[in-house]
């Protein structure tokens, strides 16, 4: 039952954290593509492919299951924001902009892979001095 109080605290300051974040980037960018949510999927995934490097059991690091709870399930969870990013592709798709659509859908697939990659790269050469 801890482990669930856990990722809700976590779940809670992620969530906080995106609509923060978010709204920073779309004050600054405006708010005809979706950038807010593209920059938030794309940290998040950094952020959780470090973690995972970085947190792995067995590395000189590990943080152990309730921190990985905490910052990977809670945290990373509450904020990225793939249900916004599909409703925000859907709208542009439904509006006729088949050109932001795809370019939201492939730019987010695209580098939040590659943000997961370097993520855990990164988080691997915190943890044991090599990064795959």
């Known amino acids: 039952m801890l482990a669930y109080l856990w990722i ?5 300051l992620g969530s906080v954290s995106r ?12 708010e ?15 952020a959780i492919g470090f973690l995972a490097a970085f947190a792995e059991p067995g590395g000189r690091r590990f943080i152990g299951p309730t921190g990985r709870q905490f910052f ?5 969870g509450g904020y990225t924001t793939f249900s916004s ?17 795809g370019a939201n859908a492939a ?6 892979v590659v943000a997961v990659w370097l993520g855990y790269a990164v988080g691997a050469s915190f943890n044991n001095g090599k990064g795959n």
Do not use: H
């Open 8 to 12: 809700a605290m976590g779940g809670a």
């Open 19 to 30: 609509y923060w974040f978010s709204g920073v980037i779309g004050r600054q960018f405006g």
């Open 32 to 46: 005809t593509f979706p950038w807010g949510t593209l920059l938030v999927n794309v940290s998040g995934s950094f």
């Open 72 to 76: 990977m399930y809670g945290l990373c």
């Open 85 to 101: 990013f599909s409703l925000q592709t859907l709208e542009l798709a439904r509006d006729g902009d088949w050109f932001k659509a």
């Open 107 to 112: 730019g987010s697939v695209l580098l939040c």
